[in-house]
Nanobody
Framework: QVQLVESGGGLVQAGGSLRLSCVASGRTFGTYTMAWFRQAPGKERERVAA????????LYPNSVKGRFTISRDNAKNTVYLQMNSLRPEDTAVYYC??????????????WGQGTQVTVSS
């Protein structure tokens, strides 16, 4: 069992940057695969980044590759999403998610409350 608490969302101009943080409870955090998802109104939920617990492997879709970076600090039970060169189409609610698995793809078991990211033109 893990609880996720997110922070760092806000309003930013196009071309700007934001860093999202997600703090997880539980001493088993280091064995959880972590990910960030986003969902905009009328759109399907989309995984924008994932990171493994064992080898640090990461996964990004083409829509954010080269602009977003996921990282984790297991000592602080925290995962980050650094978002650079933001675009209006990045506007969405961003969710932190976790799963007790080595797989980066598939269903995630635990979710944060979401944090709004709004990118203005």
């Amino acid at each position: 069992q893990v609880q996720l608490v997110e922070s760092g969302g806000g309003l930013v101009q196009a071309g700007g940057s934001l860093r999202l943080s997600c703090v997880a409870s539980g001493r088993t955090f280091g064995t959880y695969t972590m990910a960030w998802f986003r969902q905009a109104p009328g759109k399907e939920r989309e995984r924008v980044a994932a990171i493994s617990w064992n080898d640090g492997s990461t996964l990004y879709p083409n829509s954010v590759k080269g602009r977003f970076t996921i990282s984790r600090d297991n000592a602080k039970n925290t995962v980050y999403l650094q978002m650079n060169s933001l675009r209006p189409e990045d506007t969405a609610v961003y969710y932190c998610a976790a799963r007790a698995s080595t797989y980066l793809r598939g269903s995630y078991d635990y979710w944060g409350q979401g944090t709004q990211v709004t990118v203005s033109s």
